[in-house]
């Protein structure tokens, strides 16, 4: 089956870097991919590297992180430059996020500031993230939100309804896809049922470690199972928790699957077979 061409425009996507990282961080590691997709996107690609809100404090982050001194030497207080979209509480599943609402606002505004984005990519804990935003920009998310409220579920976030009078609409188009690597998806608690329930309609595609010792790959199916349609958009990689950026078969198979989801909606979104990352030439 051809592939289908890149597009004649510029496309811009959104970057969400993982837990303990920053935005730069997550760009210095993303350089070998960023070359390649301005090589398959040759009308233009912007990559937008946000940092998360939440600044992490040492007892937060369960490695060594680099750290500065802020204050007198008596009352001197370390600061990591290591940042979340939330933090996790709990010892096992189900999980609560704490600060999740002020993350979701971080996003929004970059939204509205420097949007509009075709798609986001996100790694971890901002792959989990991406598969959440791409589910609040959807029609009639807002409405499914606040039928699962009573139960128990979180309200639609107030950062993403647009102030223009009109309850149902939101502060950005429906994203055109979303990409996770080593993502997961928030189980076995009410409160963030909303994201997944209906499933996510966006086009996602999924990179799994199969060494990953972070991220159990229960967790990431998880985010997979919450997708409308999932076959052919699961890709494994022979490593464990990170994000293939220079591999060939792996960076291939993330523009095949961006170049067929930007021309299907670029076409009007008239009916198209896609191409299953199965079918790339893609040796998994």
Not at 9 to 23: A, E
Not at 47 to 62: E, H, K, W
Request: charged share 25%; aromatic share 10%.
């Amino acid at each position: 089956m051809a592939a289908a061409p890149p597009p004649k425009r510029p496309i811009k996507v959104l970057m969400l870097h993982g837990f303990t990282q920053s935005g730069p961080l997550f760009h210095a590691k993303t350089r070998a991919l960023e070359k390649n997709l301005q090589k398959a996107f040759p009308s233009g690609i912007s990559l937008v590297y946000p940092t998360a809100p939440i600044r992490l404090s040492p007892a937060d982050v369960p490695f060594p992180v680099a750290t500065t001194t802020n204050g007198d030497a008596n009352g001197a207080e370390e600061e990591t430059d290591a940042w979340a979209w939330w933090r996790r509480k709990g010892d096992a599943e189900p999980y609560t996020y704490e600060g999740i609402e002020q993350g979701l606002a971080h996003l929004a505004s970059i939204l509205q500031k420097e949007g509009p984005f075709d798609g986001v990519v996100g790694f971890s804990q901002g792959g989990a993230m991406a598969g959440m935003l791409a589910s609040l920009l959807e029609p009639g998310r807002r409405e499914g939100f606040e039928a699962l409220y009573p139960k128990g579920g979180m309200r639609y976030p107030e950062s993403f309804e647009a102030d223009t009078g009109y309850v149902e609409e939101v502060i950005h188009p429906q994203l055109k896809f979303a990409v996770s690597y080593s993502g997961f998806a928030a189980r076995g608690v009410d409160l963030y049922k909303g994201f997944y329930d209906p499933k996510i309609t966006t086009p996602m595609l999924h990179f799994l470690g199969t060494l990953d010792a972070v991220v159990e790959e229960t967790r990431s199916l998880a985010l997979v199972e919450a997708c409308d349609k999932s076959e052919g958009r699961v890709v494994y990689h022979p490593g464990g928790h990170f994000l293939p950026s220079s591999q060939k078969a792996y960076v291939s198979a993330l523009i095949g699957f961006m170049k067929e989801v930007l021309h299907a909606a670029d076409e009007g979104g008239k009916e198209k077979k896609e191409e299953s990352v199965e079918d790339m030439d893609v040796p998994f």
